[in-house]
């Protein structure tokens, strides 16, 4: 009965609707008061019989009653998702989720909010889940895109600020702050990503982009600069970032720093290397040539193979110019030459070997190409002014002449042309325009020449004086100082003008001045023998000027000693060299060593160095004679750790010039010993070794032999023998001993000595590649009772390639093999350890075989006298059959202290299968004195 009371109140609060309205708008809200039993008791039956729609108006009426109610508000969102209500059912479960951090009710917002695109609700449910799962990276990045729908990206990164400093945060929050505008903060992300987690190209060049994006350019080279050492070079990416800020910020280094590494790499673009030549042109034209044949191995754009025609010729390197159009197909060379640009530096590369042919057919059809081109129709003109047939070149001077006339840069060029048809009544408008329009001296004299050969001889002298008057205050009255005077401005527009034109005006000047006998005077002969020793065929042109330009006075000494010099004319060589001040510094040392004159050459050397002390030249011929020939004396003092053994050592070495060739060679070395006695024992503490010898010294050849004195457990005498042949580009070297102090272990150090036989010889197959071979055959004794303990054959093979300046790779493998006696002589018992079987091998050193690899700079410096302090070393890593991986270096550095003298230091240690595995470590100080 109270049921049926409690059904029926509440039915006669509904309101029924029409019958298209839906089943909730049928529904009213109950309208009895709230009883929270009578309202749970009509939703369960309302429930029970289907009727969705006052189930949902009950617990929204229970909902408003009672807001904090979790269960009202269940039934409401329970109801609401079956009524398609999912906005009512999203704001309940979230009341839920917020009130009481239910589960269920959590996962219900995450399903029902994506749908609504409910931000706010989302941002709830993410925030709540973030919580739950701190760290969580799919909560995060789902937090982060809900704050953005929202539009509140600040609050997101201040979440991101207080969440651990993760990978995923940090990219995260450089991902949000850069889309969001702030660059500050997603720089500053992107860096520390770096520090943390990198280094990684991809950061630090989104951070570097957003400070180019604001135009901050100092800030992104600041950043890139900073992140650079710890750049791989495979971060292709990064180094181009870094090369291109680097050009726009003025730093020119960084940039060729930064295209180097690309090209480490071995995957530059022809841009990037087009690029990098740009960078170097100025500072290395070869390099710069180099670069430009690497671009065009890479995509074949011709104006890479322009560009390094262009820079060789810049420095007249002709040759490997020449060298790398051998390379190229037919193919290649067909496309190639439909370029204007190309044709026209094959045209110079032609010109200059002499070839005035090839380069008049270059130069013709690079004008049918580009007919236009104004620096082209320069280069024709030039071309058939110096060469070409008189009819082409008097057509091109009429067919060009409209064109020429509005082009001031042609006008010097059209009067040579007239000039050379012997035509000076053409050339004088060309040349009046010019000097109208560049009033120098050498246009003056230019169109005085001209208007004197055009008979109008008081014209041509008005010219002359004014330019005497402005350059002497009054006009020369003699006519050898006008001669000298006009000679003097001659020179000096001939240094002005380019190879193929200043040999034209060469041509022009011998045929006015050569007398029918076909002399001419001195000055006129030299310039034209000067421009012979500057072109490449010195083999051949200087002799035929001094032929075919007869003058009153002999050819220079300067170019009689050049030319002994390439045809190997000893007695024209000594001759010279009878009055060796007459003749040119560097030449005549480069003579007297060619006579073997090795005093002479020596002394040459030294005076050149001494009046010349900015000559690079004649510095490095003093520093190679006194090396070799001067007399010196060394002191050394030295310390060297073999693990087991510690020397210390004073040193003393002699070389004192007897004749010309013959050098007196003493050396004394006197050494305290000390050891770990569970290794070795020391049955004395102190060594000594003295040589006395003679040195025959030559230029190609160089013999010393010595007698020896060892003092160690014994006394032994012995023989020391050493040879070497210079034949460039091989070297041949013997070198062997009798009794000689050995060094292959501590034992042998201690209680042996060697005999010994060693042969080498070095090829230097490219100025850069070098290979060595040398081998050695070793007897090793016991010191007192001379009792053998083995033997050990050594194969050495090396190979150097010098990289730039004085730099080197060098390459080495080492084969030792050895044998040992069965019986150990009685007299190296004592330098056992304690307890250590009687074993010959103690002493022998093991068989290996080794390899290295490693980097060596300054090696130059040690083998010459040095004008200034530098730096010398080596480092290397080393993999044998005995320890595996070894190491071996050398740092040291050297200089003169008060001239003619080097004082030297350098550390140089090891570890390797070498001295029987033993690490070893030497410090040395000498000071070499030459007198």
Known sequence: MKRSLVLMALCSSVVLAEPAASPLDLASAPSAPFNQERFQLGYDVYLANGNLAAAYRVAERGVQERPRDVEWRRRLATVAQWLNKPEVALANWLAIARQTGDAAAWREVGRIAPAMADSEAMLAYWQHELQRQPGNEKALKALLASYEQAGRPDEALLVLKR???????????????????HDDVAVAALMDLNRRFGPDEAWVVRAAGLHLQRGQVAQAEALLASAEPAMPATALQFWQLRADVAELSGDQAAAVRAYGRIEASGKASSDSLSRQADLLQEKDPLAAARLQVLAWQTDHKPEAVESALYHWSRVEAWAPAEAFLAT???????????HPGFLQQRANLHLARGRGDAAGRDLRAAMALAPRDNYLRQAWMAWLVSQGEPSALRRMLQEGRSQAARQPGLWPVWA?????LDAPAQALPWLQAHYRLRRDDLSALALADTLRADGREAQALVLEQSVWSRRLGAAPRSVDLQREYADALFRLQLARQPVDVRRQSLRTLITHEQGKDGRVREYVRDLVLGEAWAGEAIDTEPPRVGRELPSDQPLPLWSQLGTALLMDDTATLEALLETPDRLPANDRTVAAIRLGRTGQASELASDSAETRPFDDVADQYLQERIWRDGDRVDIAIQYEDWDSLYRDILAVDLVHGLTEHLHLHLAHEAARLSSDPQQIRLPEDQQAFSLAGLIWQGERLRMEGALTYFDGIDTEAGLYGDLQW?????????????????????GLRVGGYKDYLQLGTSWQVTPRNSLRLQLEHAL?????????????????????????????LITRLVELQSQAELTLPASLLPVL????????????????????????????AEAGYQRRWRPFGHAGLTYDSVVDLGYEGRIGVLGPVVGRDRLRFYASGSYGAQVNAAPSLTLNLDYLFFY
């Open 780 to 808: 090793y004794s016991a010191q007192s009772d001379d009792g053998e303990l083995g033997d050990a054959d050594i194969l050495t093979a090396s190979w150097r390639y010098q990289l730039m300046g004085d730099v080197a």
């Open 833 to 860: 350890p304690v307890g250590a079987p009687a074993n010959p091998a103690f002493f022998v050193p093991a068989p290996y075989t080794q390899a290295g690899f490693g980097m060596a700079f300054g090696e130059t």
């Open 328 to 338: 190229l197909t037919a193919d290649e060379l067909a496309r190639l030459e439909q």
């Open 726 to 746: 210079n034949a460039y580009p091989w070297l041949f070297e013997a070198r062997g001993g009798l009794a000689q102090p050995a060094t292959d272990t501590a």
């Open 163 to 181: 969440q651990p400093r993760s990978r995923a945060v940090l990219e995260a929050e450089a991902d949000l702050a850069e889309r969001t505008g």
């Open 416 to 420: 040579a042309g007239w000039n050379r």
